[in-house]
C-alpha cells in the first residue's frame, strides 16, 4: 500500500528537513471535506490548536505545531520501519494530515462546535480520526462526534489529573478539569467501560474520588503503575474498555510524563511516567482494539515551556516525545489491522562473540486480546 499511496516518497525523499511545509511527518496534506472524501484516508491527523480552557498556564494552542514541526525529524521517507517491534503502520494505512480547526479566539462552545464537525468529518469516511491538542477541554468535543456514530464507547484516559468536575474554576462548565463529566452527560460512556491511568499529586479532593467510585471507574495511580507494573494495567484498562461497547476512544494527556521527560505542559506534576514506560503502555494498548472503531487525542503540550525549543522549528523533548506516541500508536493499530500480533523485526544471529551467547526469542509480556 505505501508505494501505492505515498509513490517514491514512500522509500525515500530527497530534501532536507528544514524544507517545505511541515505536516505531520510531512504527510499529504488535505484542505477541505471534499478532497477528503475523494481520497478517504484511513487515518487522518487533525490538528486543535485550542487552549481556552486552560486555569493556570496557556500555550497549548500551539501544541499541534510543535508537534508537527518535531515529526519533521528525521525527515522522510513515509515509511517507518520500527527497528524494535518490525512494524511500519505507513505500509498498512492511507494516513494523511487534515489540517486544523478553524478556531474561533475566545468562543470556546462555537470552536468545540467546530471541532465536533471536523472529528465527525473522518468519521463519516470511516476513517481513524486522531487529533493533536490543544487543552484538555478538546476532548468533550472529539468524543461528541464519535457519540454521534456509537451509542456506547469504552474510554482510557491517561492523565496526571482525573478531570472529572462538575465544573471548572469560577464555574466555567468547558474546563479543562471537567470533560469527562461533560462525556458521561452525552450517555455514550458507562463507568464500568472507563479507566485513568497515572493521576498523582494533590487534585481532585476525596469527594470528586468518591463520587468516580460510585460510577463504577476504575483508575491507577503512579503508585500503582510503580507496584502493579504497566502490563498487568494495560491488560485491565484494555478488558474494561471492550467490555460490551460499539467503539474505543483514548485520551493522553501529556502531563502524565515527568516533567524531565515532558516539561512542555502547562501542568506539570513530578512522579510521573517515563517515556519508556509510556512507549510500552502505548504498544499495549494500540494492539487491544478494533482499529476501524476506534480514535484518538493527545492534548496539553505546551512548547512554550519546553526544553530545546525556543521556537518550534525542530520541536523540543515534549513534542518530539509526543510525535513518537503516535506513530507507536498507529503502528499497534496496523498489527491488528493486519491480524497480527506482532511484527517481524530484524534480529542478529544467535552467536555474538567469544564464549557468549543470547536468544532473542519471543517478548515476555503478554499483548492484551481483543475480544
Known sequence: MGMEFYGE?????????????????KLPLLRNKAELEKVRPDVAIIGEPFDFGTTIRPGARYGPRAIRAASTVPSPPYEHFNIETGVDPFGVFKTVDY?????????????????????????????IPVMLGGDHSITFANVRAFAKKYKNIGM???????????????????????????IMELGCLKGKNYTLIGPRGYWPGPDLYKWMADQDFQWFTMLDVEELGIDRIAKEAADRANDNVDAVYISWDIDTFDPAYAPGTGEPEPNGLTSREGMRLMRLLSTSFDPDKFAFDLVEVAPNYDVSDG???NGGITSGLANRLIVELL???SLTKKGETEGKPVRPKPYRGTGNTYSFGKPKAQIPKRN
Open 331 to 333: 503502528a499497534g493499530l
Open 99 to 127: 489540517g486544523d480547526v478553524n478556531i474561533s479566539p475566545g468562543d470556546v462552545v462555537e470552536s468545540h462546535r467546530r471541532m465536533t464537525d471536523k472529528v465527525k468529518e473522518v468519521l463519516d469516511i470511516d476513517g
Open 311 to 313: 521556537s518550534s522549528y
Open 156 to 182: 482510557i484516559h491517561i492523565d496526571t489529573h482525573a478531570d472529572c468536575a462538575p465544573q471548572g474554576l469560577c464555574g466555567f462548565k468547558y474546563d479543562h478539569g471537567a470533560h469527562i463529566r461533560r
Open 9 to 25: 516518497s514512500y522509500k525515500g525523499n530527497d530534501e532536507p528537513i528544514f524544507v517545505g511545509i511541515p505536516t505531520f511527518l
